[in-house]
């Protein structure tokens, strides 16, 4: 017996997101022929639970459990390489992009390999929160040569058989994985294109700002480092034998 082909799988990574994630499945659940993939990180709270209600009464829901928490990456990753459909979409739990923001990325999958959300909102952030994420999207597109607008949305849509080859040299597992998704798509020539979406945020955020900055300083370093070495090695000539 063959799988069901969906014109559409979405991923939903979850950690200790039992507050919403019943309002945001049944929200996605209304969209036809679509496949909802939920991958868990390890939750502690009542997430696993509600969700495998759906699983329960749904055909086309699938769980992931995974063991290992924060590895936000990793938990998406499992989601698109059990996806039974072409086109694969990750959205956060809160699903602050709407179902809006999932049919705009969509709709651009039919012509890009890598479609990105990049957040509209009305929403003031704190001074430094603002200064933090531009300065850091300043540096990505000046060390890589990169026009990209927002690399942390959590609305991001591909073609499979384009990025599962993409997954593969991915490092970074954790929050990062989206920085680093992009980077390397870019340099494997994927084509990309970001749209925007009103973005309402639904909670509190939980990201300690100046910590998560300097992780991410950090990790974009060890990134440019390794691509720019892996580059040198690629075009450096080789010596005639005399």
């Known amino acids: 017996m063959t799988n069901k082909l969906f014109m559409l799988s979405i991923v939903i990574p979850t950690y200790n997101e039992s ?5 945001s499945v049944k929200e996605i659940l209304k969209l036809k022929n679509i496949e909802l993939i ?3 990180g390890g939750s502690t709270d009542n997430t696993l639970l509600k969700i495998k209600k759906f699983k329960q009464s749904c055909k ?3 769980v992931i459990e995974n063991k290992i928490k924060g590895r936000k990456g990793f938990d998406i990753e499992n989601g698109i390489k059990i996806s039974s459909s072409k086109f694969c979409i990750f959205v956060d739990a809160d699903l602050s992009c ?3 923001g999932i049919l705009k990325v969509s709709k651009e999958l039919k012509n890009y390999d890598l479609v990105i959300g990049y957040r509209v909102s009305k929403k003031k952030r704190t001074f430094l929160r603002n200064f933090l994420t531009r300065s850091y999207i300043l540096l990505i597109n000046f060390l890589f040569k990169m026009k990209i607008k927002d690399y942390q949305c ?3 849509g591909f073609r499979k058989e384009k ?3 993409i997954l593969e040299k991915i490092k970074n597992k954790d929050f990062f994985w989206d920085t680093e998704l992009i980077i390397r798509s870019q340099k ?3 084509k990309i294109k970001e749209v925007p979406v009103t973005w309402i945020e639904k909670r509190k955020s939980k990201i300690k700002v100046l910590r998560t900055s300097l992780k991410f300083l950090l990790k974009l370093i060890f990134t440019y480092r390794h691509l720019s070495s892996h580059r040198t090695i690629l075009m450096k000539p080789r010596t005639k034998k005399s």
């Open 60 to 62: 086309n829901v699938k």
């Open 38 to 40: 939920i991958s868990d």
């Open 19 to 23: 507050e919403i994630i019943e309002e």
């Open 163 to 165: 990025i599962l080859p």
């Open 98 to 100: 709407g179902i809006s």
């Open 154 to 156: 959590g609305l991001k």
């Open 188 to 190: 494997s020539n994927l």
